[in-house]
Structure formats: C-alpha cells, structure tokens
C-alpha cells in the first residue's frame, strides 16, 4: 500500500504527486536533507542506472527514490516501513520512464516552474495496478501457505479475502475489520478504507480483489497487461458507483466472480466480453477514472464535468480509442521498461549512432571536438573518465583519502553525465567547477557554529550554568594545546574558564596542563581579561568522575564561578578497545555541550578510521548517537601551518562523518587558532 | 620575397573561380553573422534584463513564492538543491492601482527572479548570485515570520541576514558597482498563527543581527587570514571592512545600511491563506514594481 509517490525537480518544486493518505511534507524533505544534501549514509542516488538505492527510512515511513539527473527530477515513493513494497522500485523506474517521455518538451525547457501533468494520474493508476498487481502475488504464493505474520499485509488480506464466502467490496471493508484479524492487518485495512473515502480512488482495490494468479514472471506480465482494461473499467466504474451512491451492493456483487476465478484464460476472456460489450463502457470509465483519481487537486474536479460533456458530445469514440491505445501502449511499455533497463538505456545513446550514414557520424565527430571546445558538448562516461580519474589523483595528492576522493569523484560524475558543458568551457574546467561546488558542499557545516553565542546563551537566563567543552584524540595530536588555544580565545572574551586534568592516565599530562594554565593567567592578567583555573585530582582516578566532579564545582560552589570548562582527555589509540569505550561513559557523566575531537593535518589515510572511531563512542543514555546522529560537534585540525596545500585531511574526516571542521590550529602561539573559511580550503585544494 | 610570393599565391587563389575559393566565402559570410549574434545575444541576455533575487533560510517560502510569481499559481514545494531562474511580469493589477505606472509598459514590466536553496550548506549559490548579475534589481529575503518567534530561527535568520547584508555592503564599499541594491525582507506565512507581525519581524531581526556582528567581530579569524600562502586580502582595515553597518554603534537597525546605499525594507505577506482564502502578496509585487521602475 503505496501512501504518496512525488516527483519534485531539484530546485524544489512539485511537478507531480499523489497522495493516497496525508503524508507529512517534512518527510520527504529530510529525504532530501540527508541524502542529497548531506549524503549522510551511504551513496547519492546513482544517476540514470536508477536500480537500487537505498531505502531511506523517516519516522513510520520508508522512502524509496530514484533520479532523473538530466532533468532534474527526483521520484519518491512513500510508504509505511511495516509494509514490504517490493514492486515500489518497478514502480519508480516505470514513472521515470514513462514520466520523462510523457513531459519531455515541457521539462526541458530549464525556465519552466511547473508542468501541467494532471493528466499523469491516469498513467500512473494504470501503472500502481499492473504492479502492484505483478508483486502481490508474487508474494502471495509462499504465502498462503506459510502464512508468517510479517509477510505484506496486501497479500496477507488477499488470502484471507479467499477464505471468506462473501466479496469484500471496499465499503464493506469496515465490518471485515472486526473478525480476528492480526494487527498489522488490521493497520492495513485501516489504511485501505481511510484512503478510498479520503479519495475515492480505486487504486486499493486491487489489493482485496486481486485474483492470485498462477505463473511465472514474465508470462504472467502478459497476462495481465491483457486483462488490464477489463479489470481497470470494472474497478472504476466500482469506485464510480461507491462514490455517487456511498454504498456499493451492486459492485460487489459484480466484484465476486472476478475474484473467484483465478487462471490466467479468464481474465482473458474478461477482457475480450469487455471488448465486445461495446467502447461506450470503455470510454465511459476512461473519463471516470480520470476523473477519479485526481482527488488532490480541486482542478481535478473541474476537468471531470469537462470531460463528460465533452464524452457526451460525439467525441466518445476517438476518446475510446484513444483511451484504449494509451493503455495498451502503456503496458508493452512498461514491460520493456521493466524486462531490460539495459535496452532502454541503449536506446538512449542509439539515435545518435544509428542516424548515421558516414557522412553524419564524420559530422557529429568534428562537431563533438568542436564543441569540447566551445562548449555545449553532452558528456557521456567516456569522456568524464580520464579527467576524472585525474581529478582524483589531484585530491589524492591533497593528502585526501582514496574513499574520500573516490566518492568526490562518483559524485562529480553523477552530477555530470549526460549534462551539456557550458558555452566557451572545456570538459575539465566543468568538472572543475564541479569538484569545487561539491567540496564547499560538504565543508560547509550544515549550521555555522558560533561559540560565543552559545556560551552567552547558556551562562545566561534562569537556567544558567557552565558550559561544558570537552576535547578527544588520538595520542600526540595536540589536545592539550588546541584547548589551551581555545582557553586563551575565551579568556579574550572575558569568560571564567576552569581547565579540567581528566587525563589521569599518562604521566606529566597534569603538569602539562598546570604550565599551560601558568601562562594564561599571566597573560589574561596582564590583559586584564577573564579568569582560569585548573581543576586536577591526580593520577589513576577514573576520568569521568573527575569531569562529572569538576563541571558540579564550577556550576556551584562560591556562586557558579565559572562560565566555561574546558575538559582535556587522555590520548587513545582509536583502535584500543577498552579505552576507546570508556569515552562513552565519559560523555554520558560528564554530559558536554560540545565534544571536540582534536585530528592531525598530517596524518594521511589513518585519518578516517579515527575519526569514525571517535565518533561511534559517544551515545547518549538512550542509545542514540550524541548531535543528532553524529557523535561528535565538531574538529578541531591541527598543524595546518605545516602541510601547504595539502589540507586534504579536512575532508576526509568530514567526509567520514558529516561531523563539521569548526577550528583549524595554524602555529606555535596561543592565538594561532583560526575557525574554518571553506573558499579557502577549496581553493588550497583545487589549485 | 619568399613572404611576398606567398602573399600573391594566396591572393591569387582567393580570386580565382575556384570551387573551394566559393565555399570558404559562402562559409564566412554564412557563420560570421551566426557566430556575432550568438554572442552579442548571449551577452545582452544577462545584462539587460532585471534581476530580483530570492534568499533566505530554508523553509521559508521562496520556491514557494517563485512559483506564484512566475507562474500565477502556488505550487507544493520541497527543499530546494540548487538555484532556479524564470522570467515573470508586474501583474496589470500592482502596476495600475500604485504611483510609479506612468512609464510601466509590458515591456519593461517583465524581469527575471531567481531562487536560491536555503540550506546550510548550499548558501554558497546564493551569495555567489549576490555578485554575479550586474542587472541585480533588488534581493527578497524570505524568512517565516512564524520560526523567527523561535530562539533557533531567529538566529539563523539573522545570521544569514547579516552574511548577505554583508556582501553587500562590501560590494558597495569597494565601488565596483555603485548601484545600490534594495533589500525586502519579506515576513512571509502571516497566517500562520504563531508568526509575529512584519514590526516585530523588523524589530527582532535588528536585535540579532546586532548580536552576531558583535560575537563575529569577537570571534576567531578565518582560516587564510595571516597565514602565509594564504588567499586571504590583507586589507589593514580588516575589522572595520567586516563590520556591518555604522562601525562603533552599539545597536544595528537597518537603517544603518542606507549610508552604503542598501535600502531595507521590511513587509509582511503571506502565500497561503487561512483556509482556502488566497494570499497576500500584493505589496511585495508593489516593492518589486517600485524597484523595477527605477
Ligand atoms: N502557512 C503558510 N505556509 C507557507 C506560506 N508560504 C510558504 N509556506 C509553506 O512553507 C513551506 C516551505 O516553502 P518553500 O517555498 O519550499 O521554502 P524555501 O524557502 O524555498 O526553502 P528552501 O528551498 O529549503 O530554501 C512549504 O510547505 C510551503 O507550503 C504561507 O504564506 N503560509
Ligand atoms: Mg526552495
């Protein structure tokens, strides 16, 4: 039971969608947040193969998705994660096609905002009930038989429709509620009746009057595209009647033998007693369906008194015919779509080659080199390839790791393929831009930090209390001068800040920070800034009771005498196990408001595994990852100053965690601490 | 003298009856007029005709607003991923009933609008537009009057207000293009029960955006500032360059932008209706029309 299905251009807009209950518009946004955005999880979407990405999971919701890059588009389908959509990809692949070829002109225009695709309702409710048709039943064989409780509900209330004497026409669906049923049935026959009164689609239909029909995959695809219109008139003229009259007898005394027989021959004969029955019938649920299955847009309604006058008038039997035509067409169509995604993209690329004659193809050679450079030059994977893999080998030299650079790059070419270069520019300076354009994307944090805003808001107020900073690593990175750094930047701003030893592990990691702390209180006296203090409780002591203990005494005490504590860790190797998790407990007793984590620009491809490390220790009491999702607030890169151009490790470790780079340490000198100005990395790294 | 025979072979070859000789010329005479229109037009294309660009923090309402205004009717909208351009026009109505119609033909009613994502992550199109197109009329800053109530919001609004305010401003100052650009802060989804009205959209807005410039100018350098091999300008008025509005006051008000010729205005409105009632856009079509005009 699909819920909605959208598509929606990358600028945002809308062209096409059809709700079957309301869904929540934040759902599909944050599909686009998280996986278009911010490529969180796992790979972009991959361009025209479309096939399998990964389901994106939203609340009670599982999304699937799939691109239609050249254009812009994206289609969602939408539908709840307790159910087992397997024919949702078909789905998504067949309206791609379909959609794309049925609004080519329209979409091509790059200046149109919105396309009249009303009339896509009717294609895509032929296209729900072929496969929907196609995978219930797939399922359904095992099924019955097995009978295990999570097996998709639409199967499952098939088989118990069977056991039942009686027809289940929609209306009736309601008291069919009542007997025994296990819960997630239950749910989904909820759903079934919300939709069709919500509605008046008869696109659940299918789900309850579905003939199980025996056969193999691709046969049984014939099959039905025979029996389509048969079914197709029936079902509307049942949603038809059940929406004029709210109660539907008649209908589902028809609907019986529909669903008793079950071969294949019958639904044949069904369709050929239609076909003879004459095209009035025929076109006449053409048009209601139409009519029908625009139940979201107040225009819909409009079109369907224009179009029964218009049937009324003599135009019924080319309408007929036509309807007719668009369904038989729709359904070869959509078994070439379906039996060979392979050929249809072939297909794409043949035109150009086949129109040839030598003539043609010695033309289209000079024109295609002529155009590299002047551009407007469509690109195909051969032509990315080579500077691409250039490309890489740059950012690999930057000192960013291969996974990095390797996803950069897919991403580059995702963005790319089959898109024209612009006027006057050559292959390698689109894919140059490109790389930039995806490297401020992810470099730039998603929302900028600003401390001090922060640290005011909550030393602030009723509720005030310290503000917690904490600051992890690896050994040797520089934690406890990067937070010296950080120290010295907050005494500049007038804050009390209590310096906390929780390194009780490694030997002099407290004298250390004591010289440290020496130096600042001169300096901030001299200054005539804030305050610093060091809170130590030796060695040996367990780490997060000493930073649980020292965030109580700077929150209380002689009168909440400060306003920031900063909290220095010891040392891991990301690798130690047992060290490693003992941050968790750290996170959870001491409860910062920001964790750091302190990365080396040096260091090359160790950089991802230790930040992912890191990252996957800090949960909160509930299991969840700290900051939603991602563990840590944010890095702090030091030794910048030493490495030129090659800055590469600043992407790396954000590309391994959608955790941002909020500080990079640039020198020797307390103030040597710079926040990050993403064109300026970009620009080290693409020079 | 080998130069000179060169030169006369060749002369004598182009005035010869020669097959080649007709289509070289048939060849220049066709694609010279092509090729000279081709880019004549292109350029004429992004100079003349008036831009107005959407901005703002993510959800807003500027798709939504773009397609309104380009389109005539409000479109379901999702979070956008990269920019969009269309054309549109004055409606008849907004140039008819103000004072500035004495010169509003349908000609120059019609101009190009651009929206811009709001996301995070993808501002960088939007400040990059703020530079780019040198017909630059006028910049529609959306916010949603309703998540500036919020702390979270109001923060985020403002700080992207304050980058853009920013740009600019610097623009301004460095007098490449001394043509002062108009900034509508649109208060968008004032039906919305918990928006606060345009006043206090104003109001709230002028507060923070005079907090973040005070904890920016407190807050750390950027990365390339004073670093060597850095790209960053070495101006020795720095701070002065990145403070925005009257250097030294303690409050910002927007009217502190007029001495760098930026012009704010701010305007309620809103897309939706309460129930099925249309919106009300009327006065930001009135702000455009004024500005187009100009
Ligand atoms: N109630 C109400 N909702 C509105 C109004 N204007 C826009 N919206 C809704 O606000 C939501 C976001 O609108 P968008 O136009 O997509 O926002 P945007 O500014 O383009 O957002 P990004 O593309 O992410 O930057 C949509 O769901 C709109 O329907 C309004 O005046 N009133
Ligand atoms: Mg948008």
């Known amino acids: ?687 | 003298m080998e130069q000179q025979s060169v030169l006369r072979d060749w002369a004598t070859w182009a005035f010869s009856p020669s097959l080649s000789v007709i289509v070289v010329t048939v060849l220049i005479t066709l694609l010279v007029p092509l090729i000279l229109h081709y880019l004549l037009h292109r350029q004429s294309d992004s100079t003349d005709v008036p831009t107005f660009l959407l901005i703002g923090p993510s959800g807003g309402g500027k798709t939504s607003l773009f397609t309104l205004f380009t389109n005539g009717t409000l479109s379901t909208t999702h979070t956008s991923q990269l920019p969009h351009t269309a054309t549109c026009r004055l409606p008849s109505s907004t140039s008819d009933s103000s004072d500035f119609e004495s010169e509003v033909s349908p000609r120059n009613s019609e101009f190009v609008l651009l929206d811009t994502p709001g996301h995070g992550k993808l501002r960088h199109h939007a400040l990059t537009s703020l530079t780019s197109p040198s017909a630059l009329k006028g910049l529609i800053f959306v916010v949603d009057s309703a998540a500036v109530s919020s702390a979270q919001g109001l923060t985020e609004a403002a700080e992207f207000l304050h980058d853009v305010l920013l740009v600019l401003q610097k623009r301004y100052v460095r007098g490449k293009r001394t043509v002062a650009v108009p900034v509508l802060v649109a208060a968008n989804k004032q039906d919305v029960f918990t928006s606060l009205p345009a006043g206090l959209v104003k109001s709230r807005l002028e507060e923070e955006v005079g907090k973040v410039r005070l904890t920016k100018s407190k807050g750390l350098l950027d990365s390339g500032i004073g670093m060597q091999g850095g790209a960053g300008e070495d101006d020795g008025d720095e701070e002065e360059g990145n403070w925005l509005g009257e250097f030294g006051a303690k409050e910002f008000a927007f009217a502190q932008m007029e001495e760098y010729g930026i012009d704010v205005a701010v305007v309620g409105g809103r897309l939706k209706g309460e129930g099925d009632e249309a919106g009300q856009v009327k006065e930001w079509w009135d702000w455009i029309g004024g500005n187009l005009s100009r």
Not at chain 1, 96 to 120: G, S, W
Not at chain 1, 347 to 372: M, Q
Not at chain 1, 432 to 455: F, G, Q, W, Y
Not at chain 1, 636 to 652: A, H, N, Q, R, Y
Request: proline share 5%; glycine share 8%.
């Open chain 1, 1 to 687: 039971m699909l819920d909605a299905f959208e598509i929606i251009t990358t600028s945002g807009i809308v062209l096409w969608r059809k709700h079957y209950t309301p869904v929540s518009s934040n759902v599909i946004n944050s599909l686009i947040n998280d996986v278009f955005i911010e490529e969180r999880g796992g790979q972009k979407a991959g361009g025209q193969d479309g096939g399998t990405n990964p389901p994106y999971k939203k609340d009670k919701y599982t999304l699937r998705w799939t691109t239609g890059k050249d254009l812009g588009l994206i289609f969602v389908a939408v539908y709840q994660s307790l159910l087992h959509l397997s024919w949702a990809d078909s789905l998504l692949t067949a309206v791609r096609a379909l959609f794309i070829k049925q609004f080519a002109p329209e979409l091509k225009n790059p200046n149109v905002t919105a396309i009249d695709a009303r009339q896509f309702n009717q294609t895509f409710d032929a296209l729900v009930r072929r496969l929907d048709t196609g995978s219930t039943r797939r399922p359904s064989e095992p099924d019955s038989d097995v009978g295990p409780p999570e097996l998709t509900p639409p199967s499952s209330t098939v088989s118990a429709g069977e056991d039942e004497p009686p027809p289940l026409p929609v209306s009736a669906s309601a008291t069919f509620k009542k007997p025994a049923i296990p819960e997630r049935q239950k749910e989904d026959v909820a759903v079934i009746d919300d939709t069709t009164s919500a509605d008046a689609t008869p696109v659940p239909t299918p789900d309850t009057s579905r003939p199980g029909t025996p056969a193999g995959q691709p046969v049984s695809g014939v099959l039905v595209a025979k029996g389509g219109p048969g079914k197709f008139s029936r079902r509307a003229r049942k949603a038809n009647s059940s929406m004029l009259s709210n109660s539907a007898p008649a209908s589902s005394g028809d609907e019986s033998p529909a669903r008793k027989p079950k071969g294949g021959k019958t639904s044949v004969k069904q369709k050929r007693r239609w076909d003879t029955d004459g095209g009035i019938v025929e076109g006449d649920d053409e048009v209601l369906d139409y009519s029908a299955s625009g139940p979201t847009s107040a225009p819909g309604e409009d079109d369907r008194d224009f179009d029964l006058t218009d049937v009324n008038a003599d135009e019924m039997g080319s309408r007929t015919r036509k309807g007719e035509f668009v369904l038989k067409d729709l359904d070869d169509e959509i078994n070439a779509i379906l039996s060979s995604q392979s050929t249809s993209r072939a297909s794409k690329t043949d035109p150009s080659a086949e129109s040839s004659g030598l003539l043609s193809s010695a033309s289209s050679k000079i024109s295609g080199l002529f155009r590299n450079v002047v551009g407007g030059k469509t690109l195909s994977k051969a032509d990315l390839q080579q500077p691409l893999q250039q490309m890489q080998t740059h950012l690999l030299e930057k000192n960013v790791a291969r996974e990095a650079a390797e996803r950069l790059c897919t991403s580059v070419e995702t963005d790319l393929l089959d898109q024209k270069t612009a006027s006057f520019t050559s292959i390698d300076k689109t894919i140059h831009e490109s790389m930039s354009k995806a490297l401020t994307r992810i470099l730039t944090p998603t929302s900028s930090l600003d401390l001090l805003r922060n640290i005011n808001n909550t030393i602030t107020g009723p509720t005030s209390r310290p503000y917690v900073i904490s600051i992890v690593g690896v050994n040797g990175v520089g934690k406890s001068t990067n937070l010296s750094k950080i120290a010295y930047f907050l005494l500049q701003n007038n804050f009390r800040v209590l310096v906390v030893a929780a390194d009780t592990f490694r030997s002099g990691a407290v004298e250390q920070l004591r010289v440290h702390v020496r130096n600042l209180s001169e300096l901030s006296q001299r200054e005539q800034v804030g305050t610093v203090e060091l809170f130590e409780k030796g060695y040996g002591k367990d780490a997060a009771t000493v930073a649980r203990d020292a965030v109580t005494y700077a929150g209380t005490g002689e009168g909440k005498r400060f306003d920031v504590v900063l909290i220095d860790t010891a040392g891991r190797r990301h690798n130690d196990t047992r060290l490693m998790s003992s941050l968790t407990k750290f996170g959870q007793l001491a409860n910062p408001d920001k964790i750091f984590m302190v990365g080396e620009a040096l260091v090359g491809t160790d950089s991802v595994a230790q930040a992912r490390n890191f990252a996957k220790e800090f949960v909160d009491t509930k299991g969840q990852l700290r900051n939603n999702g991602v563990g840590m607030d944010g890095f702090i890169i030091s030794k910048c100053d030493t490495v030129g151009d090659m800055v590469g490790t600043l992407v790396s470790m954000v590309h391994a965690t959608g955790i941002p780079v909020v500080f990079l340490g640039v020198g020797q000198h307390y103030g040597d601490l710079r926040g990050l100005n993403v064109g300026w990395a970009v620009d080290k790294l693409m020079r």
